[in-house]
């Protein structure tokens, strides 16, 4: 089962990893993904992420479980911030564990294209002059990734 967490404080990867892995013997393979919040060339002061919660917990543990379905894994780790995150600062994180690690990478790949166009965030950037040019969404760059996992 994965492990699914939101939360506006930020997350040691290395220590999600050691609790996925802790006292396996069976994984082969973990592949790590962290997000972080570009300056976009020093025009952007901070990201703003939002959620309903309850919802955005239950899209991503439903989207860890389609992974699980989809590749032999032996666990799949997702953090997700949400609060305003400044550039340099992690934003996500996904850690997928299988036995070999063609499903592991795939796994994360997966993962990533669908948080970032199919999960319930809402993304405000916020600029050094203190205007906002509103909410941010899914490029085209992003949903063409997200169809190729399209059965």
Not at 42 to 58: D, K, R, S
Not at 91 to 107: Q, Y
Request: hydrophobic content about 45%; aromatic content about 8%.
């Amino acid at each position: 089962m994965a492990n699914v967490r939101i939360q506006r404080e930020d997350f040691d990867a290395g220590a999600e990893t050691a609790a996925l892995t802790r006292g396996r013997k069976d994984i082969g393979a973990v592949v790590t993904f962290t997000g972080l919040c570009r300056d976009e060339g020093g025009t952007l002061q901070a990201l703003e992420l939002e959620h309903y919660p309850g919802m955005a917990e239950v899209e991503l543990t439903r989207l860890a479980g389609e992974a699980e379905a989809r590749w032999p894994l032996q666990g799949v780790t997702i953090v997700h911030r949400f609060g305003k995150i400044a550039p340099g600062e992690q934003i996500v994180l996904v850690v997928t564990a299988s036995a070999h690690r063609a499903a592991a990478f795939a796994a994360a790949d997966f993962l990533m294209d669908y948080l970032k166009t199919k999960a319930p965030f809402w993304k405000k950037e916020h600029r050094p002059d203190g205007s906002s040019p509103g909410w941010v969404a899914a490029t085209e760059a992003d949903d063409s990734a997200a169809r190729r996992w399209s059965r």
